[in-house]
């Protein structure tokens, strides 16, 4: 039975170029493409290879509790 998820991912801008994404509610699961398009597409695969792998050792599938803020300071 799959159900749908969402999960909040961070998108980094890579040093050599392109972007790479975490997700943080799933760690070491991350991904990259050459435009934040191509990333989040990317990390939407890397998203469901991972809970498939949870699913098949029979291991719980995370929920994304966390939320992601910017907060302005003056520095």
């Known amino acids: 039975m799959h159900q749908s998820l ?7 801008k890579a ?4 972007f790479w994404v975490e997700v943080a509610a799933l ?4 991904s990259q493409g050459e435009t934040v398009e191509e990333a989040l597409e990317n990390v939407k ?22 939320a992601v803020f910017k907060v302005a300071v003056t520095a």
């Not at 969402?6 to 980094?12: F, G, W």
């Not at 040093?15 to 392109?18: F, I, L, P, R």
């Open 15 to 18: 040093e050599e170029g392109g």
């Open 6 to 12: 969402e999960y909040s991912v961070i998108v980094h």
């Open 27 to 30: 760690p070491g699961c991350y």
């Open 45 to 66: 695969e890397a998203i469901t290879l991972y809970l498939e792998a949870l699913r098949e050792e029979g291991q719980d599938i995370p929920k994304d509790e966390d």
